[in-house]
């Protein structure tokens, strides 16, 4: 439990609470650890669990016309499954798998919903976080409706840089390993074009790639073609 405690501490929800108070809710949380390439959960499957990744990444996903569509991509000290405790339903709205060796701590919806009426504070971060991930969502939406794949590509890897980005001397580095299938399969596009703009971009050193590793050379110029200033 003291391992849990102390990961709690640092979550960013959890530390306006008091220490006497996590140490009551940490006994709630089970720790479980999925292999790579495991569905946590699926779409339109039951769900009443919360889950918050201490290890590893996790992608959310849905199936259109048998092939995936990547909404998001979740690591360390992130937290999904929220809609389906929030909503009395509980049915998923999108599948979950890992990208890698994942460890999470998982909390049941009963147990949510007490430490919600116990702890308002936590409700109204997690409902701005669900917000922000809808807008976000409503924009890829969009941008998979009225964009090029080329431009496409250049956002969804200006927001990848946002999250996942890693600033050194050279650029900042995404830090995920990601294939072009998987990054077609964020833009709604197929390998082959992502391989042809990934390597235009390459070639206009705007990014650099090794070993599966993105690094963003030109912010500025990928911005531009991103349409972002």
């Known amino acids: ?5 102390v990961f709690l501490r640092d979550f960013p929800f959890f530390q306006d609470l008091e220490e006497e108070d996590l140490e009551k809710i940490a006994p709630l949380f ?48 992130d937290f999904f499954g929220e809609m389906a405790v929030l909503q009395n339903e509980q049915t998923r709205s999108a599948s979950a798998k890992t990208m890698e060796k994942t460890t999470v701590y998982v909390l049941k919806r009963r147990d949510f919903v007490a430490l919600m009426n116990k702890s308002p504070q936590i409700s ?38 946002e999250k996942h980005g890693v600033r050194q001397k050279s650029g900042i580095i995404i830090d995920l390993k990601l294939t072009h299938q998987q990054i077609a399969d964020m833009t709604g596009t197929v390998r082959e074009t992502v391989t042809k703009i990934m390597l235009e971009l390459q070639n206009q050193q705007m990014i650099r790639v090794d070993k599966k590793k993105i690094s963003i050379c030109d912010v500025a110029k990928l911005e531009r073609l991103a349409g972002a200033t």
């Open 1 to 5: 439990m003291k391992e849990v405690f």
């Open 30 to 77: 089970i720790k479980r650890t999925y292999d790579k390439g495991v569905n946590v959960f699926l779409e339109e499957g039951e769900g009443d669990e919360l889950y918050i990744i201490q290890s590893g990444v996790v992608k959310i996903y849905k199936v259109d016309d048998s092939r995936e569509i990547i909404l998001a991509i979740f690591r360390d000290g």
């Open 124 to 161: 109204i971060k997690i409902l701005k976080t669900a917000l922000d991930r809808l807008r976000k969502a409503n924009e890829f939406i969009t941008d998979l409706t009225i964009l090029d794949a080329r431009t496409r590509i250049a956002r969804v890897l200006l927001r990848l840089t």
